[in-house]
Structure formats: C-alpha cells, structure tokens
C-alpha cells in the first residue's frame, strides 16, 4: 500500500484504508483530533449557523472565540489567524519587514518560508541545514555595519523530525543587534513545550526577538494559520501583510473546530499520552539497533539500515501502515530513502509494541 492511500474513516491510530482495518502511523494528527465527535459538531454547529464563510472580511463571532482560545493558548495579546497555515511564514515575514535587513535560510527550511521570501525584496543567504557554526560564518560575511539579520528554519523538519538548534542559532546571532529569529513551527506547536507553545517554548527562547508562525491543521485538528505575538507585531501585520486584507478567513465550522481541539488539549491527558508514546517508541526502536535521537518530537526517523520499502509492504501486509521518504522528496528529506513514524496520541502501548515487534520480526 503506497500513498496515496484510500481513507475512508477520520485520520486515527486505527482507521479503514480500502476497505482494511490497519495501525496508521502516518501524517501529523498527533493528537488524531481530526476526527474527534466534539470537533466534528462544533465544526457542523458552526457550519449550520454561519454557512461556509463571509464571502468577504465581515466580522463573525466565532472567529473572535477562537482567537480568544488561542491567546490562552500561547499566552499572547494577540495571535493573528489566517486562511492556512502555509501562508503564516509569508504573514510573519511580511508583517516584520520593515525591522530587518538581510535573511539567513536554513538550507532544509519548508517550501512555505521559500515561497514567502520573494515578497519581501531582501538579500537571502543560505546556511547548511542545523549548523550554527556555518549560520555563524555566513553573518560574519555577509551582515554590514548597522545591517539587522533575520534567520528562518523550521522550529521541527517534518520529514526527519529534527530539532533545529534555536539556542545554537541564537548564539551565532548575539553579535548582531536588532537580529530576528524566524521559525516555521506548523510541526511543534501543540507538541513542545510545558504547556505546548511550541519549539520556542521548549528551548526557552520566548520573548523579543523571537517569532514563530504555525498551523491549525496538524496537532490542532482542523484548519488555518496562526502568529501569536504582541500587539505591534498585529498592527505590523494588519499594515504589512496584503493576504490579511485580500483572502477570505477560513471557514467558520473551521475555526468552531480549531477551538474545539484547544478546548480538548486543555482539558484531556492527550499531550501527557503522546509524551509517553513518543518515548516509548524511541527507546523501542533503539532497542532494535537504530539510531534515534531523544526528543519529544512525534516523528521518528530511521534511515540506511535495511530495505525499507520492502520492510514497509510486509508491515502493510500485517495492517500496519507506514511510510518511506524517499532521498529529496520532501523540504528536509534525507539523501537515501528514510522511514517516517508519526507517533499520535491514540496509539495503544499494544500497538507500539505490535509495530516494534513486527520490525523486529521482518529485519
């Protein structure tokens, strides 16, 4: 079974892809809200009420409920949500613009920052993927007297689940003043950090200076993009960024669902089970001979060691779904094929220790 697969029940840990019963470790539900009762009614509640949009910028209530809830969320003035979360990086940076001079790119950084880039008519100069010294040698050459940086990585790679090292970053940076670090942090938002904030969070470096813009559809369950900031960063943005004015919000039965899965993080264990699994499948696979960083990122990578697409088709054929990267595929995909876990919530210990067990049995 290769992609793309035929789904037809909500993304889960268990779920029926044509027409099997199959363990899914695939994707970014991490917390496998996409398919929560509560998140599909307010989602339907709010569809009924509101229809599929303003057709314009009108103001609806439901979108101010959900900006209420994210401010909780990330402990903001504001948070800024939009149409997608692709979008949020060129948001960010737009609404920034005018407090840089030059840019530094992580050389695996998602298509979303990359797609951004050009709206902003500043200098861009790229740096090795997560090397800081490489960040710190390509400042000194390129950043002039008075020059003000901004670097931008993702906060999480999706396809190796790599950590970028913020704190490493901020140290190349400190010789510069007025420099901003950027992240696209759609994979750590809702997973980092002691209260789920993000990669920001779990490094300690929230505060001024540093920003991050992420993504509804992905930990949160439903759909839109979001930058959680002060209020000058808003005003910044409602001035600098054209999408704010020319896009059409999400659905409402969007942002209904959006704070739906908000309301069920801050209520629920789910972000104390997906700690426990991610560990749990770490330390498992390790067990096995792989080399498996200790994160709490819920993608786990592993890479050169067997025949991986053959491994993933008799896993297939036991109703285990996984998923094989192959070199470049993806922003940060490694140069030989990769396999790819996403580690959700909603997984069993049994059905770790199945997957584990079935690797175990098939290498």
Not at 4 to 25: L, N, T
Not at 62 to 84: C, K, P
Not at 100 to 127: C, M, N, Q, W
Not at 185 to 195: A, K, N, Y
């Amino acid at each position: 079974m290769t992609a793309p697969f035929k789904m037809e029940s909500p993304i889960g840990s268990r779920m029926v892809i044509a027409g099997r019963e199959v363990d899914y470790y695939c994707g970014t539900s991490y917390f496998c809200l996409h398919g929560h009762p509560e998140v599909i009614e307010a989602a339907c509640t709010a569809t009924r009420q509101y229809g599929m949009g303003p057709g314009t910028l009108a103001h609806m209530q439901v979108y101010a409920d959900l900006q209420e809830r994210l401010r909780q969320w990330f402990g903001t003035e504001e948070v800024v949500y939009m149409i997608s979360g692709y979008t949020s990086p060129m948001v960010l940076l737009q609404g920034l613009r005018e407090d840089f001079d030059l840019i530094f790119i992580d050389a695996a950084t998602h298509y979303s920052t990359r797609d951004a880039i050009p709206t902003l008519g500043k200098p861009v100069h790229e740096f090795r993927h997560g090397d800081a010294n490489d960040l710190a040698a390509q400042l000194a050459l390129h950043v002039g007297v008075g020059q003000r940086p901004a670097v931008l990585t993702d906060g999480v790679f999706p396809s190796s689940g790599r950590l970028a090292p913020l704190n490493d970053f901020r140290q190349a940076m400190a010789p510069y003043d007025g420099a901003l670090l950027c992240i696209d942090d759609s994979h750590g938002v809702g997973v980092l950090g002691e209260s789920g904030r993000g990669a920001l969070q779990h490094a300690g470096l929230e505060g001024e200076g540093n920003f991050l813009a992420g993504t509804m559809s992905k930990a949160f369950g439903a759909l839109g993009g979001v930058v959680p900031g002060d209020t000058a960063l808003a005003e910044k943005i409602t001035r600098n960024a054209m999408i704010m004015r020319g896009a059409s919000p999400a659905p409402p039965g969007l942002a209904a669902a959006a704070a739906a899965s908000l309301r069920i993080l801050q209520t629920t264990d789910r972000r104390a089970r997906l700690s426990r699994n991610v560990s749990r499948m770490r330390s498992g696979l390790r067990g096995l001979g792989f080399e498996v960083a200790d994160t709490p990122v819920p993608i786990v990578t592993i890479k050169g060691v067997t025949d991986l697409e053959l491994l993933r088709d008799r896993l297939a054929e036991r109703d285990i779904i996984v998923r094989v990267q192959q070199p470049g595929g993806y922003s940060d995909a490694s140069d030989v094929p990769s396999m790819r876990l996403a580690v959700f919530s909603e997984h069993s210990p049994d059905q770790i220790d199945r997957l584990l067990r079935s690797m175990a049995e098939l290498l």
